[in-house]
């Protein structure tokens, strides 16, 4: 939160330094020195009570406009020099105000436009942005509301209207458009194949390697999911380190099958998948009490406590419905059934 506001302030400082507004303020302070030391200078003559105190703090009030009448002036010459002050801070202030009106703007623009580099950390980066990244992102939103959302598109501005999703514009394939995303202080990277590459002989699959390369490169250690549309290009993204290889034309094709043999598969993958309604997949670390326990006991216990049910376990592989008596290991991963979140 800190260093969100501290860049807020840099930009912002940034932004009035290129206007000019700060030459404006000094010309406005020096202003309002010259004119309140004239009227304490022509005032005190006819009111020796009125302090120099007394005549920066009319010289303030009379520039804002607000004018609370405690002190004015009676001589010409304090009047002249109350006018002009007047005129200085109508104007002065008129323009810092649309300036900084008009810095807000335009940096709401840039934003709609792609144009602001993240600065923040531990976040999401979604690559690519057709249907398919439209529902993901509506999907990421609803499981993790405070989790910050980048996406990386060539396309020339998106309207993002939750408060956590953030755009950034260019080609995904060139180091500084990933630079921009911040993608080498990402928790997670998801590359969608290119929607306008599909018909053009492995063309999406060789766009989406490429980027998977770079942000390996930028850093190893990235949760990195990639779209492949070919499976023969499968070896490719496996050299990219790519964690999670999803062909997309096979899964499609498998849960198609699944609904044909099984009537109601595809009414349990449904539900499973997505976050609208009904259970979902979640997966946690075994807890401190869960180690020893065998998989029939911790899954009776997840049943009895929690209403969840277990599916698997994941350590250096995911093993679905492993074996009754599989004893629960130090930093096992549970894969569970469940309405909401453990």
């Not at 009319?58 to 609370?68: H, I, L, N, Q, R």
């Not at 050299?239 to 290889?245: C, E, G, L, S």
Request: net charge negative; hydrophobic share 45%; proline share 2%.
């Amino acid at each position: 939160m800190i260093s969100v506001l501290l860049n807020a302030i840099k930009v912002l400082h940034i932004s009035m330094e290129k206007s000019k507004i700060y030459k404006l303020i000094g010309i406005f302070i020096v202003a309002l020195l010259v004119c309140s030391t004239a009227f304490y200078i022509f005032e005190s003559k006819a009111d020796v009570d009125i302090s120099y105190g007394d005549s920066l703090w009319w010289g303030f009030v009379t520039t804002t406009t607000v004018g609370y009448g405690d002190y004015y002036p009676v001589t010409l010459g304090g009047r002249l020099f109350g006018v002009a002050l007047m005129l200085i801070g109508i104007s002065t202030f008129g323009f810092v105000t649309a300036a900084v009106a008009s810095i807000f703007i335009e940096n709401k623009m840039k934003e709609g436009r792609g144009l602001v580099d993240i600065k923040f950390k531990n976040h999401i980066v979604l690559i690519g942005w057709n249907k398919k990244s439209e529902t993901m992102l509506k999907e990421l939103i609803k499981d993790s509301p405070e989790r910050k959302i980048v996406i990386v598109s060539e396309i020339e501005s998106l309207n993002l209207p939750d408060k956590n999703t953030y755009f950034v514009h260019g080609d995904p394939t060139v180091d500084e458009t990933l630079l921009k995303a911040n993608v080498p202080y990402a928790d997670i990277v998801i590359v969608v194949a290119d929607e306008k590459l599909r018909d053009k002989d492995g063309m999406a699959d060789a766009k989406s390697v490429l980027i998977c390369l770079a942000v390996d490169k930028f850093n190893s250690d990235i949760h990195l999911i990639a779209e492949v549309l070919d499976e023969e290009n499968t070896p490719h993204f496996e050299r990219a380190n790519v964690n999670d290889i999803i062909v997309s034309n096979q899964m499609s094709s498998r849960v198609m099958v699944r609904s044909a043999v099984y009537k109601n598969v595809s009414s349990v993958l449904k539900e499973l998948l997505t976050n609208s309604y009904g259970n979902e997949l979640y997966e946690c670390t075994a807890k401190e009490d869960d180690i020893g326990m065998s998989f029939k006991e911790l899954s009776i216990k997840y049943i009895d406590k929690y209403n969840t049910i277990l599916v698997g376990i994941a350590n250096e592989k995911v093993s679905l419905n492993p074996d009754k008596d599989r004893k629960i290991k130090k930093n096992d991963i549970l894969i569970y059934i469940s309405s909401e979140k453990l």
